[in-house]
C-alpha cells in the first residue's frame, strides 16, 4: 500500500484509510520505483516483458505490419530496458550491490531509444553490439530484472 495522491483519489481511486492517510495498492515494481520496497517475483516481470517484445517482432503478414510491429516490439523493447535500469538503480539506492550493465548493453539501449532509426537498423546496430537479435539483447536484459532477486545489501 502507498499513500494515494490527490489527483489518484479524485479518478477514483480504491483506497482505504490507514492512520488518516489515503492509501491504494501497488505492485512491487511501483514501490521499487519509489524505493520503499523490493520485488518478490522479479522473474515474473521479465518474463512479462519478454512475451510482449516475443510477440510483436515477429507479427506481420504485409510490409507494413511487420513494420508497424517491428516498431511496437522496439518500443516495448526501450520500456523493459527502461525497467530494468530503474529497477537496478532503485535497488542501488536502497543499498543493494547491483553491477553497472556491460558497456555495450548501455550502448544497445541508447540505440533502442533512438527512434529515428528503423526497427531493422536498430536490429542492426545490436548484431554490432554483440546481440544476435533483439530477442538475444531482450533476454540479456530481462535477466538481469530476474537476477535481481539475488541481490546483496552492501
Given at each position: 500500500m502507498i499513500e494515494a495522491t490527490p489527483e489518484e483519489i479524485a479518478r477514483g481511486a480504491d483506497i482505504v484509510m490507514i492512520d488518516g492517510r489515503p492509501m491504494r495498492p501497488s505492485s512491487g515494481y511501483e514501490l521499487v520505483q519509489r524505493r520503499q520496497g523490493n520485488l518478490l517475483d522479479s522473474e515474473q516481470l521479465s518474463i512479462m516483458e519478454s512475451y510482449k517484445?516475443?510477440?510483436?517482432?515477429?507479427?506481420?503478414?504485409?510490409?507494413?505490419?511487420?513494420?508497424?510491429?517491428?516498431?511496437?516490439?522496439?518500443?516495448q523493447l526501450r520500456k523493459t530496458a527502461n525497467v530494468a535500469q530503474t529497477v537496478e538503480s532503485s535497488y542501488r539506492d536502497m543499498g543493494y550491490r547491483?553491477?553497472?550493465?556491460?558497456?555495450?548493453?548501455?550502448?544497445?539501449?541508447?540505440?533502442?531509444?533512438?527512434?529515428?532509426?528503423?526497427?531493422?537498423?536498430?536490429?542492426?546496430?545490436?548484431?554490432?553490439?554483440g546481440y544476435e537479435t533483439p530477442g538475444d539483447f531482450?533476454?540479456?536484459?530481462?535477466?538481469?530484472?530476474?537476477?535481481?532477486?539475488?541481490?546483496?545489501?552492501?
Amino acid at each position: 500500500m502507498i499513500e494515494a495522491t490527490p489527483e489518484e483519489i479524485a479518478r477514483g481511486a480504491d483506497i482505504v484509510m490507514i492512520d488518516g492517510r489515503p492509501m491504494r495498492p501497488s505492485s512491487g515494481y511501483e514501490l521499487v520505483q519509489r524505493r520503499q520496497g523490493n520485488l518478490l517475483d522479479s522473474e515474473q516481470l521479465s518474463i512479462m516483458e519478454s512475451y510482449k517484445v516475443d510477440e510483436y517482432w515477429t507479427a506481420g503478414s504485409t510490409p507494413a505490419e511487420v513494420m508497424r510491429n517491428q516498431t511496437e516490439a522496439m518500443e516495448q523493447l526501450r520500456k523493459t530496458a527502461n525497467v530494468a535500469q530503474t529497477v537496478e538503480s532503485s535497488y542501488r539506492d536502497m543499498g543493494y550491490r547491483i553491477e553497472q550493465m556491460p558497456n555495450n548493453m548501455q550502448e544497445a539501449i541508447k540505440v533502442i531509444n533512438n527512434n529515428s532509426l528503423s526497427p531493422a537498423a536498430r536490429a542492426a546496430r545490436l548484431r554490432e553490439l554483440g546481440y544476435e537479435t533483439p530477442g538475444d539483447f531482450l533476454n540479456k536484459v530481462t535477466s538481469r530484472i530476474g537476477a535481481i532477486r539475488e541481490a546483496k545489501m552492501k
